[in-house]
């Protein structure tokens, strides 16, 4: 059994406040809130036997597991494939920005992710034609370790949604706070294709965790 935790990244500049804003590909740097959460989830990881740790190339990612990495004596890798879907023309604008000048196509985009991307942007299955290249590998890579990997709201809903066979429509439903945990568990059927997605029965202990960060304001 493979045990791999699945952490969002701490807070940066379009987390937080009253309007938020789409992140993307764009490589902020985590606000001092977000600082303090990567602290306490780092903290979180202090008792757990880890054996590796991955992070996207984005900068509030792999800063996160730096610090999980850390009191492992681990190096983080970087894995472009664990990067967060990219918005194009709406990195960095409200939704209500997107809705005054493109309300046809999100709501073509909200209908279907999967097919439709934003300008410029990716469509949720070309997010998970990277994304599902980085989980098999680190499932090849890792038999019967405990990983974590540091990546995106997006990546991570997408994820999940993919493993539990729900629509990638679905992905919007779930919530995941910067710095929550989500715990996976990941077998092998007899005869799978090893770290194959297809043949890995996937346990989800839990979602969104967040009891480490409840001293943070």
């Not at 977000?34 to 036997?49: C, D, N, P, S, Y």
């Not at 998970?128 to 370790?145: F, N, Y």
Request: net charge negative; proline share 5%.
């Amino acid at each position: 059994m493979t045990t791999i935790y699945l952490v969002r990244h701490g807070e940066v500049a379009g987390n937080s406040g009253e309007v938020r804003t789409f992140a993307g590909a764009r490589d902020l740097e985590l606000t001092p809130r977000g600082i303090l959460q990567a602290e306490a989830v780092a903290h979180r990881f202090k008792g757990e036997k880890i054996d590796a740790v991955y992070a996207s190339t984005l900068q509030r990612a792999w800063k996160t597991a730096d610090g999980i990495a850390a009191p492992h004596f681990l190096q983080t890798t970087r894995d472009a494939g664990f990067s967060e879907v990219n918005y194009g023309e709406w990195e960095g604008l409200s939704e209500a920005e997107i809705l005054a000048d493109h309300a046809d196509l999100w709501k073509s985009r909200v209908a279907d992710p999967w097919q439709v991307a934003p300008p410029g942007g990716e469509s949720y299955q070309m997010l998970w034609a990277r994304l599902e290249r980085a989980w098999d590998e680190v499932l090849e890579r890792h038999k019967g370790q405990t990983i974590v990997i540091v990546g995106h709201n997006g990546s991570i809903r997408v994820l999940l949604c993919q493993l539990l066979g729900a629509p990638p429509a679905n992905a919007r439903r779930l919530h995941i706070d910067n710095c929550s945990v989500t715990k996976l568990c990941v077998g092998t059927l007899p005869n799978s294709p090893g770290g194959k997605l297809e043949g890995s029965p996937v346990v989800i202990q839990y979602i969104n965790q967040t009891a480490h960060l409840e001293q943070i304001s």
